[in-house]
């Protein structure tokens, strides 16, 4: 791996632990305005207070969460784009941005969304090619998100994620971001045909934090490095304190039920 990579790539992953937690805040962009995102830097704030790796923006959102940045902290900018407005959905993804522009805004990685399994598909490969080639070439890490995209892929379960995983990987992902398929076994699978580090999304606001933890749980039990949560940490109440739980779990590998416990101390302190 050349030396830019690297040094980027350890603002990302924790080096002693091997464990990565991204906070997701790009959902503007492909959902538009969204619960919890009305003032990003005071959850951004209390996220890196709760042990965040790394915050994960659009470019015009850089200069507020880079403020609350630790020097630890990374920053990971998403340079892909589509919208739910779109009568493609998200299958038709575009380039928001280059990997220079990326770099020159400060950032030590970058986000692509990847799609399959549609018209465009061979229009997305080429994009995603081009945009693998860049990293190399300007040292930045590519994050790849290989998650489902519609309820029709979804419907493919973990064969289609999968497939998506380990095309990322082919394709010089540093990092996969990808949907947990909801049994440990499923995902052992594409964990064990991924020659890169997997974080798992977070999904929609989870109904009870004891659930979502326990989804963490069985994702790291089964091989996730970590994970690349939103919504579950800046829907939350208390966004410091959900991440510290996440964090106990994927660098302690604690049990759902003392994380529990620690979340509602924190909660209650």
Known sequence: MIDGK?????????????TC??????????????KGLEDMGTVVRQAVDGGIDAVLVV?????????????????????????????????RVSL??????????????????LTLGHEYEKEQLEILGKVSDACYEWGIPLLVMAEYYSPEVKKL?????????????????????????????????????????????GGPRAENDEGFLRMVADAIGAGAIGTSVGRNIFQHKNPKAITKAIAQIVREKASVKAALTALKEEINS
């Open 6 to 18: 690297r040094l980027r790539l350890k603002r990302i992953i924790d080096e002693k632990t091997n």
């Open 59 to 91: 470019k015009g959102n850089a200069r507020i969460v880079s403020r609350m940045l630790s020097r630890q902290t990374g920053l990971i900018l998403q340079i892909s784009c589509a919208t739910s407005l779109s009568p493609t959905g998200f299958s």
């Open 157 to 201: 379960g973990p064969i289609y994620l999968k497939h998506a995983c380990r095309l990322a990987a082919e394709f010089g992902a540093d990092i996969i971001k990808t949907t947990y398929p909801g049994d440990k076994e499923s995902f052992k699978e594409i964990v064990k045909f991924t020659p890169a580090p997997i974080v798992i999304s």
């Open 21 to 34: 937690m991204i906070l997701p805040m790009d959902h503007g962009t492909f959902t538009g305005p969204t």
């Open 96 to 113: 928001a941005q280059s990997i220079e522009n990326a770099v020159k805004l400060g950032a030590d990685g970058v986000s692509y969304f």
